[in-house]
């Protein structure tokens, strides 16, 4: 391991911004699994939450909340739906997590398919747009050494 990298359960942590964090937060907890690990919020804006989904995290925040952070970030909506960083997350059962997400209204960009390099996954958006990847398919366990 590096020196660098510091001894915890995830050293990478994506970070969204959401026009409607509260109502985002509650829909990545019923569509994709995720558990509210820290929420804190003033009335309708979200300065900082954590969701947990396994040993990963991701963390967001309200698009409205003027930090200098939330500044430097646009929504996909803005730039034509473009994303340039979309969140890889691995689930037990893509099928099941297919089916769970696509019944809480995520729109499906790649459906669910076994991929040539291993694993089964799909790509979809969630309600303001981010473009997310879920599937069985383990870097960490695929054998393929650098």
Known sequence: ??????????TIIPSLRY???LAAIDWLCNAFGFRKHAVHADGNTVHHAQLTFGNGMIMLGSVDNDSP???RMVQPG???G????????IVADADAHYAQARAAGAVIIDALETKDYGGRGYSCRD?????????????WQSG???
């Open 127 to 139: 309600p303001e747009g981010h473009m997310w990847w879920f599937g069985t398919y383990d870097p």
């Open 19 to 21: 026009r409607d964090a």
């Open 82 to 89: 473009r994303e340039t960083q979309c969140a890889c997350v």
């Open 69 to 71: 952070w939330g500044k």
């Open 144 to 146: 393929i050494a650098s």
């Open 78 to 80: 803005e730039i034509g």
């Open 1 to 10: 391991m590096s020196t660098l990298a510091k001894e915890t359960v995830a």
